[in-house]
Protein backbone atom coordinates (compact mmCIF):
# COMPACT_ATOMS: atom_id res chain seq x y z
CA UNK A 1 0.00 0.00 0.00
CA UNK A 2 1.35 3.20 -1.13
CA UNK A 3 1.18 6.59 1.25
CA UNK A 4 1.83 9.89 1.26
CA UNK A 5 3.95 11.78 3.65
CA UNK A 6 1.93 14.33 5.87
CA UNK A 7 3.69 17.67 3.99
CA UNK A 8 2.68 16.20 0.28
CA UNK A 9 -0.17 15.14 1.52
CA UNK A 10 -0.84 18.97 2.96
CA UNK A 11 0.33 20.57 0.31
CA UNK A 12 -1.96 18.19 -2.44
CA UNK A 13 -5.24 18.75 -0.33
CA UNK A 14 -4.61 21.69 2.08
CA UNK A 15 -7.23 21.74 4.90
CA UNK A 16 -7.69 25.27 5.30
CA UNK A 17 -8.80 25.95 1.70
CA UNK A 18 -10.29 29.83 1.35
CA UNK A 19 -13.47 29.55 -0.01
CA UNK A 20 -13.58 31.42 -3.81
CA UNK A 21 -16.94 33.21 -2.72
CA UNK A 22 -15.15 34.58 0.28
CA UNK A 23 -11.87 36.32 -1.33
CA UNK A 24 -13.53 37.52 -4.50
CA UNK A 25 -14.29 40.64 -4.38
CA UNK A 26 -16.10 42.45 -7.73
CA UNK A 27 -15.18 45.54 -8.68
CA UNK A 28 -17.15 48.65 -7.49
CA UNK A 29 -17.22 50.40 -10.76
CA UNK A 30 -16.00 49.84 -14.47
CA UNK A 31 -13.44 52.57 -14.85
CA UNK A 32 -12.82 52.46 -19.58
CA UNK A 33 -9.12 52.72 -20.50
CA UNK A 34 -8.31 56.35 -21.85
CA UNK A 35 -9.31 56.98 -25.33
CA UNK A 36 -6.39 57.21 -27.79
CA UNK A 37 -6.19 59.59 -30.68
CA UNK A 38 -5.89 57.72 -34.32
CA UNK A 39 -2.54 58.97 -35.70
CA UNK A 40 -2.98 61.55 -38.72
CA UNK A 41 -2.07 60.21 -42.24
CA UNK A 42 0.79 61.39 -43.82
CA UNK A 43 0.20 63.02 -46.83
CA UNK A 44 4.25 63.39 -47.56
CA UNK A 45 4.23 60.02 -49.34
CA UNK A 46 1.94 60.94 -52.11
CA UNK A 47 3.71 63.77 -53.05
CA UNK A 48 5.12 63.04 -57.09
CA UNK A 49 8.66 63.55 -55.35
CA UNK A 50 8.52 60.39 -53.22
CA UNK A 51 7.69 57.64 -55.70
CA UNK A 52 9.35 54.51 -55.02
CA UNK A 53 11.48 53.32 -57.86
CA UNK A 54 12.34 49.96 -56.44
CA UNK A 55 8.66 48.85 -56.43
CA UNK A 56 7.96 50.85 -60.12
CA UNK A 57 10.88 48.89 -61.38
CA UNK A 58 10.01 45.28 -59.52
CA UNK A 59 6.23 46.07 -61.66
CA UNK A 60 7.87 46.40 -64.42
CA UNK A 61 10.32 43.55 -64.56
CA UNK A 62 6.59 41.56 -63.58
CA UNK A 63 5.10 42.96 -66.30
CA UNK A 64 8.06 41.74 -68.86
CA UNK A 65 8.37 38.44 -67.20
CA UNK A 66 4.40 37.80 -68.02
CA UNK A 67 4.62 39.26 -71.29
CA UNK A 68 7.39 37.00 -72.12
CA UNK A 69 5.41 33.88 -71.26
CA UNK A 70 3.23 34.84 -74.21
CA UNK A 71 5.76 34.57 -77.31
CA UNK A 72 7.05 31.11 -75.16
CA UNK A 73 4.12 29.84 -75.06
CA UNK A 74 2.82 30.51 -78.59
CA UNK A 75 6.43 29.07 -79.68
CA UNK A 76 5.38 25.67 -77.30
CA UNK A 77 1.90 25.47 -79.20
CA UNK A 78 3.38 26.01 -83.00
CA UNK A 79 6.19 23.36 -82.20
CA UNK A 80 3.45 20.56 -81.56
CA UNK A 81 0.66 22.05 -83.82
CA UNK A 82 2.12 23.70 -87.08
CA UNK A 83 0.15 25.45 -89.06
CA UNK A 84 -0.96 23.64 -92.42
Known amino acids: ?9 ERLYPQNQPDVEQTYQ ?5 TPPPRVQPAQP ?3 ESTPDNIDWVSVG ?3 LA ?7 IPFWLLIY ?7
Not at 26 to 30: A, F, G, N, T
Not at 63 to 69: D, E, F, R, S
Not at 78 to 84: A, G, M
Open 63 to 69: VLAVGGL
Open 1 to 9: MITLQPDIA
Open 58 to 60: LGL
Open 42 to 44: SYE
Open 78 to 84: LTFFPPS
Open 26 to 30: PQQHY
